[in-house]
């Protein structure tokens, strides 16, 4: 698996097949790369600590890699202070002392061996120290280890034993984020995701807070235990990590969303809202996240460029009851998340492991996007209620969001009813 995810991961043309090294010269004739390309360096923190990734093209000897005097930093006040070796991704991360953030660096790799035993030659590697870090999103009941590779500065090879996070009131995943303030656009591709359970997660995910080794709630009414509010376009896996006859990969587009922070009727659950029957196209699996004021907008797309609507969504003003709910915060926590929900793999396969999902171009979108501006309304009139959302859509209600069972309703906006049920949500499905 690391020599294949490593092929694939050095040619950037996409090329995916594997070549035999006889040597160094041979290396550079049959992929026409400098010296330099055989490695690609990136920085992400982690509790306050640069972390800064060394990808390798060619598959290289573990052994070869893991001493830190081979590693040195163009800047003589950065310290190696740690290295680990990432099996899946054929990279190593080096614990970086004193860098500075928003701030250009290099650093030169030397006498790495390949699985031939040849020895590459030395290579100066730049990178950004971008402000994104990484998070071990849930307590990792299963006890599998996450990790996260940065690549360049706009890729991410997230490594999660995630045991779950759909339709949940916990989360498990590896989160590499930015903290953003107001209003956003981001787009990025799933290159490439493992094989692993039917609802596996890699998408892009905007959250109010990060849930570093949180518990699972022992009270799902109890908000104090909720995990965080977040909303999530994702794509999942096309097959299973495992063999099985009664199941299969979802192989899905999807939006999901936990509305509330728990509360006598919501309490804490996530949901999967959209489920886009579309194939992801992978390495061109796009997504986009985009935030007007309270209204969030998904996106799916093959290019980066052309886009679909996965819909519009805002987050509910009370906790379904008569409790008033804060708008979702300004300041947010956005980027590449990966669970691969090893819990759905059954114990009996053996299957349960660590999965990789790789992203790359997480960037600012740009370019006009149709978007649509739907604000929902409900205000009391007399023994009715009257809803508006607009001159497009189709009200629907439920009374349970803790399943996606919507049922349509008449007439456009506005429309006026009587309620005749103790708890009752609604929504505009668009077009």
């Known amino acids: 698996m690391g020599g294949a995810v490593a092929t694939l991961g050095a040619i950037n043309a996409g090329m995916r097949r594997l070549i035999t090294l006889t040597g160094v010269a041979m290396l550079a004739s049959v992929l026409n790369l400098s010296a330099a390309d055989y490695a690609q360096a990136g920085a992400l923190a982690t509790n306050g600590i640069w972390e800064v990734s060394v990808v390798f093209n060619p598959a290289v000897s573990p052994g070869s890699v893991t001493d830190i005097n081979k590693y040195s930093f163009t800047d003589p006040n950065v310290v190696v202070a ?3 070796y990432q099996p899946l991704d054929n990279a190593v991360v080096l614990t970086a002392m004193n860098l500075a953030t928003n701030s250009p660096n290099s650093l030169t790799v030397s006498n790495i061996q390949d699985t031939a035993g040849t020895t590459l030659p030395p290579s100066t590697l730049s990178f950004n120290t971008r402000p994104m870090s990484w998070v071990t999103i849930g307590g990792q009941e299963l006890g599998l280890t996450p990790d996260a590779v940065a690549v360049g500065d706009n890729g991410f090879d997230l490594i999660s034993g995630g045991e779950i996070m759909h339709d949940s009131n916990y989360d498990e995943s590896t989160f590499a984020y930015e903290t953003v303030t107001g209003d956003f656009d981001r787009r990025g591709r799933v290159a ?10 890699a998408g892009l995910m905007v959250r109010e807070s990060l849930d570093e080794g949180k518990s699972r709630p022992s009270d799902s009414s109890d908000p104090a235990q909720s995990f965080s509010r977040y909303l999530q376009v994702l794509v999942t896996p096309s097959t299973l990590g495992y063999q099985d006859e009664f199941d299969q990969a979802a192989n899905q587009f999807q939006v999901t969303i936990r509305r509330t922070l728990g509360g006598p009727e ?14 992801p196209a992978y390495p061109n699996a796009w997504l986009r996240l985009k935030r007007v004021g309270q209204n969030f907008y998904a996106f799916r797309g093959a290019d980066g460029t052309n886009w679909v609507s996965l819909g519009t969504f805002t987050f509910p003003n009370t906790d379904g009851s008569a409790n008033v709910v804060p708008p979702f915060s300004n300041t947010v926590f956005l980027g590449p998340n990966y669970s691969p929900e090893t819990g759905n793999i059954p114990e009996s396969t053996g299957a349960r492991r660590s999965f990789m999902a790789q992203f790359r171009d997480y960037s600012q979108a740009s370019g006009d996007i149709p978007i649509d501006n739907v604000r929902l309304d409900i205000i009391k009139n007399g023994n009715q209620v009257e809803i508006s959302w607009g001159s497009s859509g189709t009200l629907q209600s439920t009374t349970n969001l803790n399943n996606s069972a919507w049922t349509d309703l008449p007439g456009s906006s506005p429309v006026k009813l009587t309620p005749d049920k103790k708890v009752q949500f609604f929504h505009v499905r668009i077009p």
């Open 82 to 84: 740690g290295i680990r």
């Open 192 to 201: 490439f995701q493992e094989p692993s359970s039917r609802e596996a997660i």
């Open 266 to 279: 919501l309490f804490g659950y996530s949901e999967t809202i959209r489920s886009d029957t579309n194939a």
